[in-house]
């Protein structure tokens, strides 16, 4: 069975991830994994620890208790998992064989998933990296008008903040070898960015 390529896209609130994720969605081969970042934050940020039974039975009850995980609908399965990084792996593989055994891409996004570039790139896995980047008068405004729901209050209502962060996230792309897709870009010429972006993969697998 042919190892699938992984796609890590990285983003800032209110940037356009879903929109993006919905149009990968609908192309074959491609499985678009639902957002959850305690797996990053668990297995992730501590790549190289053992699975031990311990561990799993305290993960298991913690992944259980977040709302996000029932939109995956899976067992947690760590057999063969000798780390936190595999079972990582192991859990959006088997998320994506619910709906076809050989998937030719899996996509994965989370905020802060840029800044595990070398720890995921080191997986001996095939692993491709996108930043999707939008104008951040128009991520301000777009925050302003926008609830957290887990807050009860506006995402934000400060530029500043809102620039800070924003100009964070655009450093990290300077650092590392991704594909940067701006939302403008995206939402005005949809079909040719996919396609630049599945060429980008291609050249850089053959180069």
Aim: net charge positive; with cysteine.
């Amino acid at each position: 069975m042919r190892e699938p390529t992984y796609i890590f896209i990285g983003y800032y609130d209110r940037s356009g991830s879903t929109f993006l994720l919905n149009e990968l969605s609908k192309i074959e081969g491609v499985v678009v994994c639902p957002e959850l970042y305690l797996l990053v934050r668990v297995l992730i940020n501590n790549p190289h620890k053992k699975t031990n039974p311990r561990f799993l039975r305290n993960f298991r009850q913690a992944i259980s208790n977040d709302k996000k995980f029932t939109l995956w609908d899976i067992p947690i399965d760590s057999t063969g998992c000798k780390s936190r990084m595999d079972l990582f792996f192991k859990i959006i593989d088997d998320y994506s064989h619910k709906f076809t055994q050989n998937p030719r891409f899996i996509v994965f996004k989370e905020r802060s998933i840029l800044e595990y570039y070398k720890v995921l790139g080191n997986s001996n896995r095939s692993v491709y990296f996108v930043s999707l980047i939008r104008d951040p008068r128009a991520v301000f405004a777009s925050q302003k008008r926008t609830i957290n729901l887990s807050q009860n209050r506006v995402m934000s209502n400060n530029a500043l903040t809102t620039a800070r962060i924003w100009n964070r996230h655009c450093r990290i792309n300077e650092r590392i070898d991704i594909k940067t897709i701006t939302y403008e870009r995206l939402n005005g010429n949809l079909e040719s960015t996919i396609q630049g972006l599945f060429r980008w993969i291609e050249k850089t697998d053959n180069p």
